[in-house]
């Protein structure tokens, strides 16, 4: 793979990422505490998917590409009041 090329994916897979976690807080508002858990835990098991069978295998010949921020995606998110995003 070009680096170019990799640069793009882990982009793009970073910027999915934001976009799960930015769904957080309206999901939470517009759905019961169980709901929200629910989709919580699958938020969190589609990121941990992204870091490890895209960003991972990326990082394999360009680790320079993996941010420390990466590594957070591989637990459940956090809930949006207290999220650094």
Same mark, same amino acid.
């Given at each position: 793979m070009e680096r170019k090329t990799a640069e793009q994916i882990v982009a793009l897979a970073n910027s999915c990422i934001d976009q799960l976690l930015s769904s957080l807080g309206p999901v939470e508002q517009s *759905?019961? /505490?169980?709901? &929200? !858990?629910?989709?919580? +835990?699958? *938020? !969190?098991? *589609?990121?941990?998917?992204?870091? *490890?069978?895209?960003?991972? +295998?990326? !990082?394999? $010949? &360009? /680790? $320079?590409?993996?941010? $420390? $921020?990466d590594s957070d995606h591989s637990g459940e998110p956090e809930s949006p009041k207290s999220s650094h995003n």
């Open positions: *759905v019961s /505490p169980e709901e &929200f !858990a629910a989709y919580k +835990r699958g *938020v !969190a098991k *589609v990121l941990n998917a992204i870091d *490890v069978e895209i960003i991972e +295998r990326v !990082a394999h $010949d &360009f /680790p $320079d590409l993996k941010t $420390d $921020d």
